[in-house]
């Protein structure tokens, strides 16, 4: 059965870092590229990150740039994001998705197939 579970969410204060991890497992990571999104409430599930299914490609969020990064070890089968500079804005739920392929900008939600739960993230003072 293929499935994914973040981790690393928490509360952390402006100007400060989390690193999120998407564990998957039921299937092989190399097929997959992987995406991050995350909600606040009332609020459009969002595409933050994505990465190919061999790591040779990422994009962003114009919100995410110069902030955040992602990463993948196949072999772990783990893909990781890493946000530094927190801003209260970046507060929501975080999710990982997964897709054997994307063929737009890897940030919408209809490119992918499968989902995490999600961990939240909360940035405030």
């Known amino acids: 059965q293929l499935q994914l579970v973040e981790s690393g969410g928490g509360l952390v204060q402006p100007g400060g870092s989390l690193k999120l991890s998407c564990v998957v497992s039921?299937?092989?990571?190399?097929?997959?590229?992987i995406g991050w999104f995350r909600q606040a409430p009332g609020e459009e599930r969002e595409g933050v990150s994505c990465i190919t299914s061999n790591g040779d490609k990422t994009n962003y969020a114009d919100s995410a740039k110069g902030r955040f990064t992602i990463t993948r070890d196949n072999m772990k089968n783990t893909v990781w994001l890493q946000m530094n500079n927190l801003k209260p804005e970046d507060t929501g739920v975080y999710y990982c998705?997964?897709?054997?392929?994307?063929?737009?900008?890897?940030?919408?939600?209809?490119?992918?197939?499968?989902w995490g739960q999600g961990t939240q993230v909360t940035v405030s003072s």
């Open positions: 998705a997964a897709t054997v392929y994307y063929s737009g900008t890897g940030l919408t939600r209809w490119e992918y197939d499968h």
């Open positions: 039921g299937f092989a990571l190399d097929y997959y590229a």
